[in-house]
């Protein structure tokens, strides 16, 4: 299977999020190396998988939450 690699950029652009965020809060939090992004020939750039991306994104999004219970009875989805 072929691979698309990603600048952070360039995936920045795809998932309509700040090259920051992803930097600072999702690499390594989220973005898992060896599995989302790999450090081509041991060097400092990243390249960012994106199938890999694109399949958790979904798996992600499609999870249903535990509602919370509030104290009044309901439930907050959240």
């Avoid at 360039?10 to 450090?39: F, N, P």
């Avoid at 199938?51 to 959240?78: K, Q, W, Y």
């Amino acid at each position: 299977m072929e691979s698309t690699y990603l600048t952070t950029e360039q995936l920045a652009e795809r998932i309509h999020y700040d090259a920051r965020t992803i930097r600072t809060w999702l690499k390594d939090s989220v973005l898992l190396e060896g599995i989302h992004y790999i450090r081509p020939f041991g060097g400092r750039k990243l390249l960012y998988v994106w199938e890999t991306i694109e399949r958790d994104m979904g798996e992600f999004s499609g999870r249903c939450l535990a509602p919370v219970p509030m104290a009044n009875g309901g439930v907050a989805h959240g």
